[in-house]
């Protein structure tokens, strides 16, 4: 077991809580790797974490053929119309994006990545994603399989975080590993 992994979920001596433990610790540090490698690809783009977060949805979107208004994107990124205002005009006097009429409301507009955002995050991550690729393409089936439901699995866990504000004290005062907290 690595080296402080039990402070969460305190020592143990049973085999499988122990594997389960050194997982968690794995994923713990893939995605303190994941962090750091957005906050340098921020760093390299020059932006905040929203405006690439932003180019990310409108580029995902530009695949998918969808067009996306501003509303969308305070609702993807939790903002208020207010700070999605100010991320567009950034993006848009940085070149990333434009502003263009909605094609069926006159009254409305789309946000549209260009076609320079498309080159430059290809330019940026296009390396990591290749490499990314390559350390799971020879993975077996069943492996690829169990690491899907894996990570499945976590995702659920991690959506049912609350803010604290919301949490019952009976439920924030119990261990990790209590029975109780098993049922909650």
Same mark, same amino acid.
């Given at each position: 077991?690595?080296?402080?992994?039990?402070?969460?979920?305190?020592?143990?001596?049973?085999?499988?809580?122990?594997?389960?433990?050194?997982?968690? #610790?794995?994923?713990?540090?893939?995605?303190?790797?994941?962090?750091?490698?957005?906050?340098?690809?921020?760093?390299?783009? /020059?932006?905040?974490?929203?405006?690439?977060?932003?180019?990310?949805?409108?580029?995902?979107? #530009?695949?998918?053929?969808? $067009?996306?208004?501003?509303?969308?994107?305070?609702?993807?990124?939790?903002?208020?119309?207010?700070?999605?205002?100010?991320? $567009?005009?950034?993006?848009?006097?940085?070149?990333?994006?434009?502003?263009?009429?909605?094609?069926?409301?006159?009254?409305?507009?789309?946000?549209?990545?260009?076609?320079?955002?498309?080159?430059?995050?290809?330019?940026?991550?296009?390396?990591?994603?290749?490499?990314?690729?390559?350390?799971?393409?020879?993975?077996?089936?069943?492996?690829?399989? $169990?690491?899907?439901?894996?990570?499945?699995?976590?995702?659920?866990?991690?959506?049912?975080?609350?803010?604290?504000? #919301?949490?019952?004290?009976?439920?924030?005062?119990? #261990?990790?590993?209590?029975? /109780?907290?098993?049922?909650?």
């Amino acid at each position: 077991m690595t080296a402080g992994s039990g402070y969460w979920y305190g020592e143990h001596d049973d085999a499988a809580r122990r594997r389960a433990i050194e997982v968690l #610790e794995s994923f713990r540090l893939y995605r303190a790797a994941d962090a750091a490698m957005r906050r340098r690809t921020r760093d390299a783009m /020059a932006m905040g974490e929203n405006d690439l977060l932003t180019l990310r949805y409108l580029l995902k979107a #530009e695949r998918e053929g969808r $067009i996306v208004q501003p509303a969308e994107l305070s609702r993807y990124l939790g903002v208020s119309t207010a700070s999605t205002t100010a991320i $567009i005009d950034r993006l848009e006097k940085s070149g990333h994006v434009r502003r263009a009429p909605h094609p069926t409301d006159r009254r409305a507009i789309v946000v549209i990545p260009t076609a320079e955002t498309d080159h430059e995050v290809r330019r940026t991550l296009g390396a990591m994603h290749t490499r990314m690729l390559e350390a799971v393409v020879d993975m077996p089936p069943e492996h690829a399989r $169990i690491v899907i439901e894996c990570l499945a699995r976590m995702q659920s866990a991690v959506d049912l975080v609350q803010p604290a504000h #919301e949490v019952p004290r009976e439920t924030a005062d119990r #261990e990790p590993g209590d029975a /109780a907290s098993a049922h909650s």
